[in-house]
C-alpha cells in the first residue's frame, strides 16, 4: 500500500487520539508512506522540484498549532491500548532535491546568540547521497524521519508535534535510519501511526533547532506486538539497543533514559540491577538527541552482543 500526501491524508502541527485514519492496515502488513516538509517561507527559487501537494497544503491554510506536516494516521488492525507498534523502518528516500535549514532569533540551542533569521537551500544529490553546504564541502546524507509517532493518550487531547513524548513524535534520533527499529507504546484503538519531519542529515542535538529538513518516501512494517512490555519508546539498529529519554530538564533526560537501560539489561541477561547499571557504565553509550524541542532528548546504545542479543 502506498500513502500519498495530501490535504485530506496529512494533519500539520498536532497529534489527537481523536483524528480519523486516512488508511488501514492488517498487523505486519508494509505501506509507503509519502511525506513532505516547510512552510512557504521556506520554499526553494527556480531550479528545484516542489511536490505539489505541498503546495496544496499550503494553500489549504495555516497549521492550527505550530509544528510538522505528518502524513497519516494509519490505523493498523488489532492494536489495542496497552499493546506495543513494532515499526520496522525498511527504507527510506529523498522525495525532492533541496532540503532546508534555518536558524531563528530566540529558539535552539543558543536562543540569544544570533538575532536575525538565517535560511539556507541545500541542494541534495540522491545519486550520490551528499548534501551541497555553501562553503563548498560536501555532507553525506543520511535521512530518517524526525516524527514517528502514535496516536497520544485520548485524555490529552489536542497536543503540539513539537514535544516528543510517550508516544513518539518529535524524536529526531539519526539512529533511526533505514534498517532500524522503533517500538512505540500504544494509546488508541489501531494506533493510529504517522510520520513526517523528514531530515536528510542531522548531528546528535540538532542544535540550531533545523536539521537538513526535506521530504522523504519511508517504507514500514507495521507490527501490533502483544508479548513484550514497552510503556516507552524505545529501538534497535542491527548492533544496538536503544533506550530514550526526553524532559525539560537535560539531567533529568539522561535519567530516565539510562534508568530504562538498566532495566532492559537487567532482564535480557538476567543480572542484577547494579550488575546492569555496571555495564552501563563500562560499555553504554549515552547521547544527546537533541536539546531544542522543549522536552530535550537523550539515548543510550547498548551493543547488542553484550546484551543478550546478536
Not at 511525506?35 to 503546495?55: I, K
Request: overall charge negative; aromatic content about 6%; hydrophobic content about 40%.
Amino acid at each position: 500500500m502506498i500513502l500519498n500526501s495530501s490535504p485530506d491524508t496529512c494533519h500539520w502541527g498536532y497529534f489527537d487520539a481523536a483524528c480519523s485514519p486516512v488508511a488501514e492496515i492488517d498487523s505486519g502488513q508494509e505501506i509507503t508512506i509519502n511525506t513532505v516538509s516547510g512552510a512557504p517561507q521556506v520554499l526553494p527559487g527556480d531550479g528545484f522540484y516542489v511536490p505539489p501537494e505541498l503546495l496544496d497544503i499550503h494553500a489549504a491554510g495555516p497549521p492550527p498549532l505550530p509544528g510538522h506536516i505528518l502524513t497519516g494516521p494509519v490505523a493498523v488492525r488489532e492494536a489495542q491500548a496497552g499493546d506495543v507498534l513494532q515499526i520496522d523502518i525498511l527504507d527510506v528516500q529523498l522525495r525532492q532535491d533541496w532540503g532546508y535549514n534555518v536558524i531563528r532569533p530566540l529558539s535552539g540551542t543558543l536562543p540569544l546568540d544570533f538575532d536575525q533569521t538565517h535560511l539556507t537551500i541545500l541542494p541534495l544529490d540522491a545519486e550520490r547521497g551528499i548534501a551541497s553546504l555553501p562553503w563548498g564541502a560536501e555532507l553525506p546524507l543520511a535521512p530518517f524521519f524526525g516524527v514517528m509517532g502514535v496516536a497520544p493518550p485520548r485524555g490529552w487531547g489536542r497536543i503540539s508535534t513539537i514535544e516528543p513524548r510517550a508516544h513518539g513524535g518529535n524524536l529526531d534520533n539519526k539512529e533511526l535510519i533505514a534498517g532500524s527499529t522503533l517500538y512505540l507504546p500504544v494509546h488508541a484503538e489501531g494506533a493510529l501511526f504517522s510520520c513526517g519531519d523528514g531530515h536528510g542529515a542531522q548531528g546528535d542535538g540538532e542544535v540550531c533547532v533545523t536539521a537538513i529538513e526535506t521530504a522523504l518516501q519511508g517504507r514500514f512494517r507495521l507490527t501490533v506486538r502483544k508479548d513484550i512490555d514497552v510503556d516507552y519508546p524505545e529501538a534497535e539498529t542491527p548492533e544496538h539497543i536503544i533506550t530514550m529519554g526526553m524532559h525539560a530538564d537535560l539531567d533529568r533526560a539522561v535519567e530516565i533514559a539510562l534508568r530504562r537501560m538498566i532495566t532492559v539489561v537487567a532482564a535480557r541477561l538476567d543480572i542484577t540491577r547494579a550488575e546492569a547499571y555496571m555495564l552501563c557504565s563500562l560499555a553504554g553509550d549515552l547521547r544527546i538527541t537533541q536539546t531544542v524541542n522543549r522536552e530535550k532528548g537523550v539515548h543510550m546504545m547498548m551493543a547488542k552482543h553484550l546484551a543478550g542479543g546478536s
